[in-house]
Each structure stands twice: as structure tokens, then as C-alpha cells.
């Protein structure tokens, strides 16, 4: 499973709804910013490590729609 710029995520446990708007390299590795909208509150921006946001969707802790290539 690979992420790319523009997929969608979902967190079931908070239902918060996200999409990745950034990836970058880092020393520490690949970083990735997501931003979240959430029902009436502003949008926030949160920022991850590659591995750790994959790691999370394995886990099934997140769920991933990855955007069509069509």
C-alpha cells in the first residue's frame, strides 16, 4: 500500500475525516501532512511519519481511500 498526495482517510473511532495534502522528505524519513475536517470546528492540520501512518492502517486504526489514477 502506497500514500500519495490527495488520498483520503478516515479514523473511525473519532470520525474524523482526512486528506493527505503533503509528503515530504525528512532525515528521520518521509513526513506526512494531513488535514482533518471535523463536523463544526475549523480545519487542523496534523503532521505523521510514513511508516507510522501505514503502520496505523495496517492496524486498522485509520481507514485509507487512496484516489483514482484513472
Known sequence: MKIQIGDHLYEPLSQNNGEV???????????????????????HDTEHFYKKLQRAI?????????????
Do not use: A
Request: aromatic share 2%.
Open 21 to 43: 495534502t503533503r509528503i515530504v522528505n525528512h532525515p528521520d524519513g518521509k513526513l506526512v501532512t494531513v488535514r482533518w475536517r471535523v463536523d463544526d470546528h475549523i480545519p
Open 58 to 70: 495496517q492496524n486498522g486504526e485509520l481507514q485509507h481511500s487512496p484516489i483514482s489514477t484513472e
